[in-house]
């Protein structure tokens, strides 16, 4: 018992001499600013729920710093605006041959879904950093037929908006962070 002891401290000890910490990681934000509310971003697109979803990315991007603040008590707040959306084919595959159509088809290969944000880091009425980050995140049409479902298409859309979301906050939230 106490050889496995001796051998926990050691390795212990071992562990803290590498250099290895536990804290959050990252640039930290303009003038010291400590935590971050972020309310529901405005919506200036047709598009439904986006406002919503690109503020959850946002705020566990703010988890993920450790600066997220609750309840009021915050030193800034962010105001989003998803100011763009659009979707729509990118390519087209090789002509598929249909027998009972007159000819071959060309078929959609991918369609691109794409998204602008304006981000504003703000602390009483002051602006301390803003950003506009967009980007565009490729999704396929779908398997059930030459053209795809419309379904199995918007749920594929839906999710290359998810994963656009977190890439489009996380450069976001880098960019207030490091004043680009």
Avoid: K
Avoid at 64 to 90: F, K, M, Q, Y
Avoid at 153 to 160: H, L
Wanted: proline residues 5%.
């Amino acid at each position: 018992m106490s050889r496995m002891r001796v051998v926990g401290w050691v390795l212990l000890l071992s562990g803290l001499g590498c250099g290895y910490r536990f804290a959050p990681g990252g640039a930290g934000l303009p003038e010291g600013v400590r935590s971050v509310c972020a309310p529901v971003f405005r919506n200036d697109t047709a598009e439904p729920a986006l406002a919503q979803l690109f503020t959850q990315n946002f705020r566990q991007e703010l988890l993920r710093a450790g600066v997220l603040g609750g309840g009021g008590a915050c030193e800034a707040s962010v105001e989003g605006i998803v100011v763009g959306v659009s979707s729509g084919p990118t390519n087209t595959a090789d002509p598929f041959f249909q027998p009972d159509a007159q000819g071959t088809v060309p078929r959609i290969a991918s369609y691109r879904a794409s998204a602008t944000v304006v981000l504003r880091l703000m602390r009483d009425g002051r602006l301390l950093s803003e950003t506009t980050v967009s980007g565009s995140e490729d999704f396929l049409p779908g398997t059930t037929n030459v053209s795809g479902d419309v379904l199995e298409v918007e749920a594929n859309r839906q999710a290359a908006l998810h994963r656009l979301s977190e890439t489009l906050m996380r450069e976001g939230y880098e960019r207030l962070a490091t004043s680009w």
